[in-house]
């Protein structure tokens, strides 16, 4: 006996709740995947499967299953992917619209997956992939330490995008600020 499952494959990531499973046997047989512990039915007497399944955001362990007519298994293989259909969230930006830099950027977002942010400003694009959890904030943040020191007096425009492992995207809007050292610096040493 021979069960072959062409889709999904495994370590697959999919950015849609509509999953295409594409398995086919040798011979006749009751195909059904098991989802986490949730067995579900393919077909029944079949030689095959090619049309697909809405499962939830999240893991996936499943287990392509091929079963006789008494339920005695002839053959199974593990799938394990990961679907995340929703897009991030940008919750909020720094320097706020129209105030003055800080000495850096920082954008607030929600997305259990994120791949990548990448800040935007004086034809510059800077991208990380290593930001933390803000505990007290309750979701993802991520600062860019930036010298701006060259466009002091100027007033520059610069937005964010983050972007999970599905290639999701969320985009702030631009949002133009000053740049003033010399009055960041007055309120540094208290004057």
Known sequence: ???????????SI????????NVAVNREADLKYNDNGDVRT???NCEGYTRSKTLGNGWHNLTILALDDDGDLL?????EILIDSDEP???????????FYEGFFQVGYGELNPESVTLHYAGIDVTRTDCPFDFVLGEQT????????QYDGQEL?????VTDIAGNKD??????????????????IGN
């Not at 006996?1 to 370590?11: Q, Y």
């Not at 999919?14 to 499973?21: A, H, T």
């Not at 985009?171 to 540094?188: C, G, H, I, N, P």
């Open 142 to 149: 991520c600062r860019f330490d930036i010298d701006l020191t």
């Open 157 to 161: 425009e610069y937005w964010f995008d």
């Open 89 to 99: 969230s940008i919750k909020h930006t720094l320097p706020k619209r129209n105030g």
């Open 171 to 188: 985009e702030s809007r631009a949002d133009a600020f000053k740049v003033d050292l010399t009055m960041q610096k007055m309120r540094y």
């Open 1 to 11: 006996f021979e069960l072959n499952v062409f889709a999904p494959l495994d370590g």
């Open 42 to 44: 393919l077909c029944n």
């Open 75 to 79: 053959d199974s293989e593990k799938v």
């Open 14 to 21: 999919f950015d849609s709740r509509s999953i295409d499973f």
